[in-house]
């Protein structure tokens, strides 16, 4: 191996796409000019806008009309929760998410509960899905929105987005779904399913950072309130001044993943049971997830004898995830895994392995041996504790 690291941390990030970056340059070059501007520059940077709207939509199905820019998943889901909550508080102040949602989700609610929101918290199942049996008992007569992901960052697991959806279009409740993991990966016809408000990220799927978008079906009820206020753009659900470039390149990012979904899924789907052939025996190895029906890009395993920032330490020259990327400054078991039944060893041992378009079968390869000699030398050090 003579690269400085192995990268298998995709869910945290993905490299921008060549192509991505040359567009990007190109944009930066010679359509620089406010995309609000009356004059042929501005409408330079306008038709670069639109030709990424349609882009971004033909990968998901639905109309660029539907499409709001936004500065990422992050944005989006404080934008659908909060707004659509707001647009919708005449009518009841009851919500629904589940607590191992991504924190640009659950902290939204949270907030709303200081703000006289009442929120249902649903736990999941053993796998991590949610059953819409339980989801369909939650409901009130007062609940006006729920929001549950796509995808799960840490774990992989896939939500039944479809009967969850159906359940809330029978009852007149708004949907959002976190889809940052799921777009550009899975598919997704938004002209299919039931969904109302959906949130992305460029850099999950081979764009830049800093921006994505979302999806506000065009159905009547379905609104959000503004978060920002100023120049009008955008309807004046998020103005601002459009960041033309990044934009640009999300569509192509987009464009690029449509082009290739399936041939992405079948190649991660080989790196994932490369890895698990290779490192299944280990004893006490536990799987968070559901390895059988979750995304194939994510593997997250944990064993419950060894510390986890012992293990991350011997892991170099791996890039991996121990508990949530975004929380890993914090030494607090995963959330995520701790609603899945693991114990807090358990949760703090966790290490999610997430693979992408350029990782390699002999990185695969590498990587699973270099875990398994990882804990082999790790139980050697502590003998006795060894599960
Ligand atoms: C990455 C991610 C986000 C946040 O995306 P940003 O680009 O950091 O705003 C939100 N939800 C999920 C599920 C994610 O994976």
């Known amino acids: 191996m003579a690269a400085e690291f192995i990268y ?3 869910a945290a990030s993905t490299p921008v796409d060549e192509r991505v970056a040359e567009r990007m340059l190109e944009c930066r070059g010679s359509a620089y000019a406010n995309s609000s501007s009356n004059h042929v520059a501005g409408r330079r940077s306008r038709d670069n806008i639109e030709t990424a709207g349609a882009q971004l939509a033909a990968l998901l199905n639905t109309d660029p009309k539907t499409l709001i820019w936004t500065s990422g998943a992050t944005e989006s889901d404080n934008l659908a929760i909060a707004g659509a909550a707001r647009y919708r508080a005449q009518r009841g102040r009851h919500l629904i998410t ?3 949602e991504h924190k640009a989700v659950t902290d939204v609610f949270r907030m709303l509960e200081k703000q006289g929101f009442e929120v249902t918290w649903l736990e999941p199942g053993e796998c991590g899905r949610l059953d819409p049996a339980a989801f369909k008992a939650a409901l009130r007569p007062d609940t006006q929105l729920a929001s549950i992901m796509y995808v799960n960052n840490e774990t992989g697991v896939i939500q039944d987005i479809e009967a969850l959806g159906n ?6 409740v708004l949907f959002h779904v976190d889809a940052a993991q799921a777009v550009g990966k899975i598919p997704i016809d938004l002209n299919a399913l039931p969904v109302d408000l959906l949130s992305l990220t460029g850099h999950k ?4 950072k800093g921006i994505g978008a979302l999806y506000i079906a065009d ?3 379905c609104h959000v309130e503004p978060l920002f206020f100023g120049g009008g753009q955008q309807r004046r659900i998020r103005p601002g001044t459009l960041p033309s470039d990044l934009i640009a390149g999300l569509g192509l990012a987009a464009e690029i993943a449509d082009g290739r979904l399936r041939d992405d899924l079948t190649h991660l789907a080989a790196l994932r049971a490369a890895f698990w052939n290779r490192i299944r025996d280990i004893d006490g190895l536990l799987v968070n997830g559901d390895p059988d029906s979750g995304f194939p890009g994510i593997l997250n395993v944990s064993v419950s004898d060894i510390e986890g920032e012992s ?3 011997s892991l170099e020259p791996l890039c991996v995830a121990t508990g949530s990327a975004c929380n890993s400054q914090i030494q607090e078991p995963s959330y995520v895994l701790r609603a899945l039944g693991r114990s807090d060893l358990e949760a703090q041992s966790s290490i999610r392995f997430s693979f992408g378009r350029n ?3 002999e990185e695969v390869e590498f990587a699973a041996g270099h875990y398994a000699r990882a804990i082999q030398r790790l139980r050697d050090l502590a003998p006795g504790d060894a599960a």
């Open 8 to 10: 298998l941390d995709y």
């Open 98 to 100: 589940m607590p191992t």
């Open 167 to 172: 359940v809330c279009r029978d009852n007149d």
């Open 205 to 208: 799927f081979y764009g830049p």
């Open 219 to 221: 159905r009547p009820g």
């Open 311 to 313: 293990l991350l330490l």
């Open 359 to 361: 990782t390699t079968a």
